[in-house]
Every structure is written in structure tokens, then in C-alpha cells.
């Protein structure tokens, strides 16, 4: 949804991809330490493996048994060029959601987020 995890802001994306360090109304820090993004990174794979093979296999099944082997390759390198653009800001924003119930931010003024 490009909001924050944590109170539900929308202002937390400078750009499609790029969000902003924390969230202007609660201070959430977004990147606790250095390759804090590598799950949304995996996140990202994962759905988009998932869908690829989902779509490969469900077309061959279909057409089977003579596949558009043609067709079915066109489809899945724009599957797999496009989904990981379009998906990548909700990986980003689920994965610090999955981080937050993990890991709750400090409510008690503490360094990561400010009384709310």
C-alpha cells in the first residue's frame, strides 16, 4: 500500500522506490542496519518466482501437448522484468511490517520511534 507499517502514513516513499529514512509521523526508522533490506529483496524473488512458474506451468498444462514454447518465453521474461519493478515498494513496506511484529518498535521514546 506505500504506507508505513507502523501507523499507516503515506508519506514514506520519496520516489516509487526509494523511501525516506523514517516516517514523518511516527519517526519509524525504516533501515535498522546496513543490509536491512535483503528481505524485502527475497520477498521480491519469492513472489515473483512464484508467479513465473504459476503462469509457465498453468499455460502448459492448458496447451498441452504442444505448448507456444515462443509465446510462453515472451511471457515469462516480462513477467520477469516487470514484477519485481512493480512489487518491489510493497516488498519493501511488508517486510518492515513483518520486521515491526517481529521486533516492536521502542514506544517509550527510545531511539527508533517517539510517543505517539
Known amino acids: 500500500m506505500r ?5 499507516g502514513h503515506r508519506g514514506v516513499f520519496q520516489s516509487w522506490g526509494k523511501m525516506v529514512d523514517q516516517c514523518p509521523t511516527c519517526d519509524l526508522k525504516y533501515e535498522r542496519e546496513e543490509g536491512y ?14 508467479l513465473f512458474l504459476t503462469a509457465m506451468v498453468a499455460w502448459a498444462l492448458v496447451t ?3 505448448p507456444p514454447w515462443t509465446a510462453m518465453t515472451a511471457m515469462g521474461i516480462v513477467i520477469n522484468l ?3 519493478l512493480l512489487f518491489y515498494p510493497l516488498s519493501k ?5 513483518i520486521e515491526i ?9 527510545g531511539p527508533e520511534v517517539k510517543n505517539s
Open 93 to 97: 513496506t511488508l517486510w518492515v511490517a
Open 101 to 109: 511484529s517481529a521486533h516492536p518498535p521502542i514506544a517509550t521514546g
Open 37 to 50: 533490506w535483503l528481505g524485502a529483496v527475497l520477498i521480491n524473488t519469492t513472489i515473483t518466482i512464484a
Open 3 to 7: 504506507r508505513c507499517p507502523n501507523c
Open 64 to 66: 498441452w501437448p504442444d
Open 82 to 84: 516487470l514484477v519485481p
